[in-house]
Nanobody, 128 residues
Framework: QVQLVESGGGLVQAGDSLRLSCTVS????????VGWFRQAPGKEREFVAV????????YYTDSVKGRFTISRDSAKNAVYLQMNSLKPEDTAVYYC?????????????????????WGKGTLVTVSS
């Protein structure tokens, strides 16, 4: 069983930075791709970023490219999302997700039920 716990959310101003952390418990962390999704009020959950199990593949949704960076630390069983130049439209609950397949996370906006594990989310609020 894999459990995901997000942290690092908060209230910031436009242009500020935040780093989200996803701590992953379980024996097989190194075998899982881990990604981030977000859900803004009144909107569907959408894919943000994913990193493959060994870190050799990383993908971002277009709206965060150049501003967000995903990384993983296997020694700490953690995945991070560094968010720079935050905008009010980045306001959302951010969820960490894990799956054996990177592609399943990439398709998670349309088929989130297929993703193996989810965290409970952390709220990011960006004021203008």
């Amino acid at each position: 069983q894999v459990q995901l716990v997000e942290s690092g959310g908060g209230l910031v101003q436009a242009g500020d930075s935040l780093r989200l952390s996803c701590t992953v418990s379980g024996r097989f962390f190194s075998r899982y791709a881990v990604g981030w999704f977000r859900q803004a009020p009144g909107k569907e959950r959408e894919f943000v970023a994913v990193i493959s199990w060994n870190g050799d593949r990383i993908y971002y949704t277009d709206s965060v490219k150049g501003r967000f960076t995903i990384s993983r630390d296997s020694a700490k069983n953690a995945v991070y999302l560094q968010m720079n130049s935050l905008k009010p439209e980045d306001t959302a609950v951010y969820y960490c997700a894990a799956d054996r397949l990177t592609g399943t996370i990439l398709d998670g906006t349309k088929n989130y039920n297929a993703v193996d594990f989810w965290g409970k989310g952390t709220l990011v609020t960006v004021s203008s």
